[in-house]
């Protein structure tokens, strides 16, 4: 069982940053690819970035890349997503999911993730 609890959501200018954090419980958090995904207002929930387990594979959607990067600390059993030049088009909740010895690559697909957390809720005033 791997519980996941994601901080670091708020309020942001057109045009700033915020990281997002995920902090993972138990002790499979190494051998797991990682997701972000994020759910406008709205819309359905959809794909944001990938990483494998070493970190070594990222993966993102096209609106995000050159602007978001995941990163994760196995050591600190947590993922991370660096978002900067944020767009009110960035609005949403935001969501890690873990998918358990996955193979590589990361999977890009909401049914391929096992565990999701809570969410945290990011808004880009314009």
């Known amino acids: 069982q791997v519980q996941l609890v994601e901080s670091g959501g708020g309020l942001v200018q057109a045009g700033g940053s915020l990281r997002l954090s995920c902090a993972a419980s138990?002790?499979?958090?190494?051998?797991?690819?990682m997701g972000w995904f994020r759910q406008p207002p709205g819309k359905e929930r959809e794909f944001v970035a990938a990483i494998n387990w070493s970190g070594g594979i990222t993966i993102y959607a096209d609106s995000v890349k050159g602007r978001f990067t995941i990163t994760r600390d196995n050591a600190l059993n947590t993922l991370y997503l660096q978002m900067n030049s944020l767009k009110p088009e960035d609005t949403a909740v935001y969501y890690c999911a873990a998918d358990i010895d996955q193979a590589p690559p990361p999977p890009v697909r909401i049914y391929e993730y096992d565990y999701w957390g809570q969410g945290t809720q990011v808004t880009v005033a314009s």
């Open positions: 138990g002790r499979t958090f190494s051998r797991a690819a």
